[in-house]
C-alpha cells in the first residue's frame, strides 16, 4: 500500500486499507491476552491527544492503544494551556510541531480541524471526532466487533440506528461503513432529529412497532447530545425515553429476537435505555470498549508520520 499519514474520516479509506486495519487488530487483540501486553513496534515515537472537547472512552482508549505499542503518550490539557488565552490551532500544533510529536489525536467541536491540523504538520493525525462530521475510529472498531459476532461477514445484517442521529458523528461515520460492508441500515428517532440528506435507500421509522417489523440483527442506541442541541428537539428526556428508548418491555422484545444491543458511549441510563440494558446477554458495550484499543493499534501501526500529505476531505 501507499504509506497513509492521517486517518480522517471513512470515505477515503481504500478497500486495502480497511482490510489491513481489521486484519490487524485482530492479533493486536489477542496480546490482551497475554500477561505482558506491550509490543515494541512504536518505542521511541510520542502520541500526542490533543482533546478541545471532553472525552473518557475515545481519550483512554488511544492512550492505552499507544501504550502498549511502547510509544510515550502526551495528555495535551487544552484547559490549562495557552488556548484558554487565546492561542489559535495552528499556533498550538506550530509548538507540537517543533516538538518533533510522531501522532497528534484530535477531537474538535468544530468538523474540518483535523483536516486543517493535518495540512500543517507532518505528524500523523488521527481525527478522533470532530463537529458532526465524523469519527473514523468509532466506526471502524464497531465494524471488527459486529465482524466478530457475524462469524466474520457481516453483508446482508441489519442494523438499526436509534436516537440522536442529527448531531451524531457515530452514526455518520458507523452507518457509511456498515453501507460499504454490505448491511441493510435504518434509523429510529424523533422527525426533529433525522437528517434531511439522507440516502433514499435507508429505512426510517418513526415508531419501535415499524422497527421490529424491519426484523433489525443489531439495534445501536444513540447517546442523546443535549450539549449540541441549542433549542429543544422532544419534550423531555422522561418522554424521549417513553417513545424512543429500550424501555424493560422493548428489551424483552429484542431478546426474545436475538437482537445484538450498541451504544458509543457514554450512557444515559434512564434516557437511551434501561439499566437491564447493560447487563443483557446479547449487549455489546463492553465488547466495543475492549476492541476500541485493537482497532486503534492497529491504526496507530498501520499510519506512516511524515509521509506525503494526503488531501484532506472536510
Known amino acids: ?45 510520542t502520541v500526542l491527544t490533543l482533546f478541545y472537547e471532553p472525552s473518557t472512552r475515545t ?24 488556548v484558554v488565552k487565546g492561542e489559535s490551532v495552528l499556533d498550538t500544533i506550530s509548538t507540537l510541531e517543533a516538538m518533533r510529536t510522531d501522532y497528534v489525536v484530535v477531537r474538535h467541536s468544530n468538523s474540518g480541524i483535523p483536516n486543517l491540523i493535518a ?17 473514523p475510529t468509532q466506526a471502524l472498531l464497531d465494524v471488527f466487533t459486529l465482524k466478530e459476532v457475524f462469524g466474520g461477514d457481516v453483508r446482508g445484517a441489519r442494523i438499526a440506528f436509534i436516537g440522536d442521529i442529527q448531531h451524531s458523528r457515530v452514526a455518520r461515520s458507523t452507518n457509511l461503513l456498515c453501507r460499504r460492508m454490505g448491511m441493510h441500515t435504518a434509523m429510529l428517532a424523533p422527525s426533529s432529529l433525522i437528517p434531511r440528506d439522507l440516502p433514499q435507500d435507508i429505512a426510517v421509522f418513526g415508531s419501535w412497532a415499524e422497527l421490529y417489523a424491519w426484523k433489525p440483527d443489531v439495534i445501536y442506541l444513540l447517546r442523546v447530545q443535549m450539549e449540541r442541541q441549542n433549542v429543544p428537539f422532544f419534550p423531555s428526556l422522561g418522554e424521549y425515553h417513553r417513545q424512543f428508548g429500550m424501555t424493560d418491555d422493548r428489551l424483552a422484545r429484542v431478546r426474545d429476537a436475538g437482537v445484538w444491543v450498541m451504544h458509543p458511549g457514554p450512557v444515559n441510563r434512564g434516557v437511551e435505555l434501561t439499566d437491564n440494558v447493560m447487563t443483557y446477554e446479547r449487549c455489546l458495550i463492553d465488547q466495543q470498549v475492549e476492541n476500541g484499543i485493537a482497532v486503534r493499534m492497529s491504526v496507530l501501526y498501520w499510519l506512516k508520520p511524515g509521509s506525503a500529505t494526503e488531501e484532506a476531505v472536510v
Do not use: C, Y
Not at 489491513?20 to 496480546?31: D, E
Not at 481519550?59 to 484547559?79: G, I, M, P, T
Not at 495540512?119 to 469519527?135: E, L, P, R, Y
Open 59 to 82: 481519550r483512554s482508549s488511544f492512550e492505552v492503544a499507544a501504550s502498549r505499542l511502547s510509544a510515550d503518550v502526551v495528555n495535551f490539557s487544552v484547559s490549562t494551556s495557552s
Open 119 to 135: 495540512k500543517n504538520t507532518t505528524a500523523s493525525v488521527i481525527n478522533a471526532g470532530d463537529g458532526f462530521h465524523a469519527h
Open 1 to 45: 500500500m501507499t504509506p497513509r499519514k492521517d486517518l480522517l474520516d471513512i470515505q477515503s479509506l481504500t478497500d486495502e486499507e480497511l482490510d489491513f486495519i481489521l486484519t490487524n487488530a485482530v492479533p493486536f487483540k489477542n496480546l490482551f491476552k497475554r500477561s505482558v501486553k506491550k509490543v515494541p513496534t512504536l518505542r521511541g515515537r
